[in-house]
C-alpha cells in the first residue's frame, strides 16, 4: 500500500484546513485509515483514525474540531480540521494498516505534510 498526503498550509488561528490522503496498491486489506502528527522533537501522536466498519477515534485535543472521513473502498481518508490552534501545528502523516485475526500485520505512512498555525 502507498499513501500520498497533501492539503497542508499555514492558516491563522480559527481557520480550517482540509487534508487529503490516496491510498493505491492492495488497499483492499486496509482495516484502519487516517492521521497522526509530529512536533518537532516529540513522539508521533495519534489525531484520527477510522477503521472499517466507519468507527472513529479522535486524541482529546482535536474531539468536536476535527473530522476524518474514508470512503467505502478504503482509497481516500480526509481529516477536516476547523477551529485550528497555535498547538495544531505538526506534520501531519496519513496512516493505514492492516490487521488478520486480531493481529497488526502491516502498517504504512504516508510522507508528512506540515500544518502551520500562526497569527
Known amino acids: 500500500v502507498q499513501l500520498q498526503a497533501s492539503g497542508g498550509g499555514s492558516v491563522q488561528p480559527g481557520g480550517s484546513l482540509r487534508l487529503s490522503c490516496t491510498a493505491s496498491?492492495?488497499?483492499?486489506?486496509?482495516?484502519?485509515m487516517g492521521w497522526y502528527r509530529q512536533v518537532s522533537g516529540n513522539q508521533r501522536e495519534l489525531v484520527a483514525v477510522?477503521?472499517?466498519?466507519?468507527?472513529?477515534k479522535y486524541a482529546d485535543s482535536v474531539k468536536g474540531r476535527f473530522a476524518v472521513t474514508a470512503d467505502s473502498k478504503r482509497s481516500t481518508v480526509e481529516l477536516e480540521m476547523n477551529n485550528l490552534k497555535s498547538n495544531d501545528t505538526a506534520v501531519y502523516y496519513c496512516y493505514a494498516d492492516y490487521y488478520a485475526l486480531g493481529v497488526k500485520q502491516n502498517e504504512w505512512w504516508g510522507q508528512g505534510t506540515l500544518v502551520t498555525v500562526s497569527s
Open positions: 496498491g492492495n488497499i483492499f486489506v486496509i482495516v484502519n
Open positions: 477510522v477503521n472499517s466498519r466507519g468507527e472513529q
